[in-house]
């Protein structure tokens, strides 16, 4: 059954499965620090920033010009 509906939808595009992989990473991340914040309210809501969004704000940042 599920392979005669999928038949009916169009196909993903490679950015959007990327961004399917993504979320799904996000996802699971969430949970792993959701479980080990003991107590950390911000922590456990998804309230944090990665080493790797630091670093892609810093580059962004570094490029800009403020003059």
Not at 7 to 12: A, G, N, Q, R
Not at 17 to 43: D, H, M, P, W, Y
Request: charged residues 30%; aromatic residues 8%; glycine residues 2%.
């Amino acid at each position: 059954m599920h392979d005669l509906k999928r038949l009916f939808f169009t196909p993903k595009t490679p950015t959007a499965v990327l961004k399917e992989e993504q979320t799904f990473e996000k996802c699971i991340e969430r949970t792993i620090v959701s479980r080990l914040a003991r107590g950390n309210v911000s922590l456990q809501a998804g309230r944090y920033i990665t080493r790797q969004e630091i670093d892609a704000r810093y580059e962004k940042i570094k490029q800009h010009s403020f003059v």
